[in-house]
């Protein structure tokens, strides 16, 4: 649990550093829910923390590049590296209470319908590699807010 502190709190100082506008939003995955709170999502590279409040608390720092920038649609892959409190294995005999770190590639696609540009709603895939778990494919849907 110290780690994902310390890795909240270099996330957070890069963040308060940054010039850019906050986006923030909640996304919906497979393998959990995420609060989000990153840079603006319709720059060319842009970056995200992910706090993870479903099953497991976890925080996942995810940097991205949109590969295409349209008025309503921005495609982006992302590289995310995450930490993931593995607390619900201790309540098994043969499991310890251990912190997963894991690597995700997300492809996503971020839509803002609107003319304000401020609201956006998102689909996303990654492949997640972990090092106690097998690897899978998470998918999920978000909505994402940009204050301008």
Known sequence: MKKVFLLAFALFACISISQGQVAVGINFQTSDTFITVGSDP???F???ARLG???DIGLELMGGY???RKSEVNA???LGLGLLGDHHHKHHKHHEDHNDIY???PVGVLITPFDTKNLGFLIEAAPVIAN???TYLRGGIGVKYTFR
């Open 42 to 44: 319709n720059n060319e």
């Open 76 to 78: 982006y892959v992302g």
């Open 103 to 105: 690597v995700a590639i």
């Open 53 to 55: 409040i479903g099953h």
């Open 66 to 68: 949109n590969f295409m």
């Open 46 to 48: 842009f970056g995200e």
């Open 132 to 134: 106690h778990h097998d």
